[in-house]
């Protein structure tokens, strides 16, 4: 308790200095740890920013299966699911995918006007239509497009016969969506060709939407493709997932095993993720280069500073070799001061450092990037 009475008096009587020392301490503290918390900042940012700004397959993949209508989906999802279980692990894969959205295409045709129509399930499609009507829920039920109703002259309750189906009921009409979505932008071409004729690839009327029934019942010999879409759940994938994802990411989409089960994958999600990569290293050298200078400039004024502070004790050093202490005494009582102001100046400095960087953060960083403090800011 003497001790730090004494230690009070002396910061005290030489305030100044004192002052001076926790100054420049605890702004080379924050200029130590502004660095390391902004750089864990600027990643994640970066990887949101480029992740969100990727088309739909630069952040996710597209997995294609074609055979009957009716059994290819448990096959394709089977199959998708030990590949990703093996190259991912069961756990990454439901943390950093979203739920996938899974179809099924066929084909059908209008003999009357000699044009064919994709008849599709594709899961949850009735929330993503405004549709008058209801939405289809039992076997041969469809929904047709405000288009394809007004070409062919089908309405709510008409009946589609001989389309290479069977007889079809149509129980709703929708308006056909804005093609850019997540959920339609792979497929927009091909379900409403009428509506986008300058990419259309297919041609022919906009797709009837049935339930899944209609194609579980559909006969073997039934032909259409199956796919199965995800994306990347931007929000749970951290800075860390980044370097092992992309290495998982391309072992699956050059999956031999889907290869060989004729399984197509689409995706540029490694890409995107080695992008991230690169502008982590571009972020990284002008963010170490300024916070190394700041701190090699704070640290030789501190050691000026607290060598005159120091110094400036010299009277009482002797005083205390003349009453007999020790080395190991006279060096504790030499550098005290100094050492307590700079074990109260360094946590002062780091929170002030993590302040500053979650301020500049949340102006030039993607909105809702979190600021954390992480070990090497200590």
Known sequence: MRQLIALGRGLAHRAGSAVMIFIVAAVAAAAAAAGPVYYQASQASILRDVVASAPLIGRGYEATLTGSVSGTLATLRSTLAQELDRDLGAGAVSRVFNPPVAAIEGQGSDVAISQTFPLVWRSGFCAHLVIRGSCPTAAEHVIISTSTARITGWHI???????????????????????????????????????????STAGGLDALFTPQATMTDAPLAQQGTTTIDDTLALGRVRVGDVVPLTADLTTFVNSVFLSGQNVIVASTAPSTLASVQASWRTVAVPVALTTTTVLLLSWLLLFLIVTDAVDARGPEVALAKLRGHGKGGILVFGLSEPAALLLVALPVGALAGWAGAAWLAGRVLFPGTPVGLPWLAW
Request: net charge negative.
């Open 157 to 199: 309750g008409s009946q589609v016969r001989d389309s290479g189906w069977p007889t079809l009921t149509v129980t709703g009409i929708y308006k056909p969506p804005g093609p850019n979505s997540d959920y339609w932008v792979l497929h927009a071409p091909d379900y409403f060709p009428f509506e986008l004729p300058a990419s």
